[in-house]
């Protein structure tokens, strides 16, 4: 399988040959910054067009056409009427705290996305506490979320933030006893450690029962977590217009709007990091054919493959069942999810001290 | 394994000021090429569309805090719990006892929110 680390080296080598130490490490995280601002872009559009033709799909609708071959330049189109659309300065809101808001949005989603694990070599930040650094950042978007209601002046917005903010925050509690139940079969907490223990077998196959119900918790929770599919009260169209964002317009909007379908790859990316093996290939023992064809594949495609997968399950949901009210939102993670969570962290715990888990 | 050989918070900043340059590029973008116009009626708040009536930074359903509270104890919880999960697997049976403890207290806990009703929403 094709390690990455051998161009990065490369090109390291290069800048340090003709340059001084400070100089390299500047124009590396430059080359990082830009790589990652068109990775985010790229994969924000290729989702806003996935999730329309997936929903065109399951309507029976052929959804966007007109617009290029297959309507693939449809995008771009929204893109650009979204930049050429003015932002309305409005007068009652909190000024600094209204603008401030994306930035937190986008931040906390950067910096995750930053996280993932691209394939074999490729991955922006890797510390040793990786994904318990990733919960802590993604708790930050929430901040964001209630600033934008609280700041915009208005009713709607106001009751969407305090709705968003209740769910996200329930929901992370699942999310974080799922990924506890993943690092307690693992032993480490960084991303490269979680990937690389995945060699001879993703953890949905070998961490027994437990890492089966700690999966479907995690896409439930998931699924609330990034506002979406039954979860989508805060923003519940015919009660509260638009949520916390209804006082935001142009690109202002677009922010929001960018932010949440990144949050859906990105929850599909831990998922796919924590369950399905992150970038490692379908390896089934004792069939050294099948594998080594699986090698072949290369690791950025497994990943994005895998993430993607997980993405349809969670559009799936949305048009499977109904918005659920937020008292049966609430019910269902505080006295389903968690309580179920933590039994299943005990049952890993025992599992994993009596080593009953699958060899992986 | 380090990218390229330089420190991850480095990168984590880099990750960050490139959040904030998407952000502030955008804007700027949208400022040039995006129309302006300014009117007395296009500065008031949207909401539904009809003028807003009363004060909108209002106050809200206590419930919101409650669970603010609940999700902080277990949040927390989650803190404490990630140390002991990523050796849980070279101590052993010592594990098992340690957060066998440590979650029947913090059960006891949540059944006593149960029971108050504070996970009930009014």
């Not at chain 1, 390291?12 to 490490?25: R, S, Y």
């Not at chain 2, 998407?22 to 500065?43: D, H, N, W």
Request: aromatic share 16%; net charge neutral; glycine share 8%.
């Amino acid at each position: 399988m094709f390690d990455f680390s051998v161009v990065t080296n490369w090109f390291n080598d290069l800048l340090i040959g003709v340059m001084p130490q400070w100089l390299a490490t500047t124009i590396e995280c430059v080359i990082v910054g830009a790589l990652l601002l068109l990775a985010y872009t790229v994969l924000a559009m290729f989702y806003i067009m996935y999730e329309r033709w997936v929903c065109a799909w399951f309507q029976c609708r052929r959804g966007p056409l007109r617009v290029g071959p297959w309507g693939s330049l449809q995008i771009f189109a929204d893109v650009i009427k979204m930049l050429i659309k003015e932002v309305v300065g409005l007068w009652k809101t909190d000024n600094f705290l209204h603008k401030l808001a994306p930035y937190f949005v986008l931040i906390a989603s950067v910096v995750v996305f930053a996280c993932l694990p691209w394939g074999k070599g490729l991955q922006a930040i890797d510390f040793n506490i990786g994904i318990f650094f990733m919960t802590a950042v993604s708790s930050l978007g929430v901040v964001g979320i209630l600033l934008a209601g609280w700041s915009s002046n208005s009713k709607y917005t106001m009751i969407g933030a305090m709705r968003s903010g209740a769910q996200m925050i329930s929901y992370e509690l699942s999310i974080g006893i799922a990924m506890l139940t993943i690092v307690c079969l693992a032993g480490t907490m960084s991303v490269t450690g979680l990937v690389e223990a995945q060699q001879n077998g993703w953890f949905i196959f070998t961490g027994h029962i437990p890492a089966i119900i700690a999966f479907i918790i995690y896409v439930i929770a998931a699924t609330a977590e990034t506002n979406r599919g039954p979860f989508d009260l805060p923003e519940a169209e015919h009660e509260l217009t638009a949520g916390y964002h209804t006082e935001y317009s142009g690109i202002h909007f677009g922010f929001f709007y960018l932010a949440e379908y990144l949050n859906l790859f990105i929850v599909s990316g831990i998922a796919t990091l924590l369950f399905l093996g992150g970038w490692m290939p379908l390896h089934v023992s004792g069939w050294d054919g099948f594998n080594a064809v699986m090698d072949y594949i290369p690791s950025t495609i497994w990943f994005l493959g895998k993430a993607i997968l997980v993405s349809f399950i969670i559009i799936w949901f949305k048009w499977s069942f109904p918005r659920v009210r937020i008292d049966q939102m609430l019910a269902l993670e505080w006295r389903y999810l968690m309580p179920i969570g933590l039994f299943n962290l005990v049952l890993m715990a025992i599992i994993v001290s009596m080593g009953w888990h699958f060899a992986g | 394994m380090v990218l390229l050989g330089i420190q991850n918070t480095t990168l984590a900043v880099t990750a960050v000021i490139t959040g904030a340059v998407l952000v502030f590029a955008a804007l700027l973008i949208a400022r040039l090429i995006g129309p302006r116009s300014f009117t007395q009626k296009k500065g008031e708040t949207y909401e539904c569309g009809i003028p807003t009536r009363g004060e909108s930074m209002a106050q809200f359903h206590v419930g919101y805090y409650l669970f603010a509270i609940l999700f902080l104890m277990f949040d927390v919880e989650t803190v404490f719990l990630f140390p002991w999960a990523a050796i849980a697997k070279t101590i052993g049976s010592t594990a098992l006892l340690a957060v066998g403890t440590f979650l029947f207290i913090l059960v006891l806990g949540l059944a006593y929110a149960w029971k108050k009703g504070a996970l009930r929403w009014k």
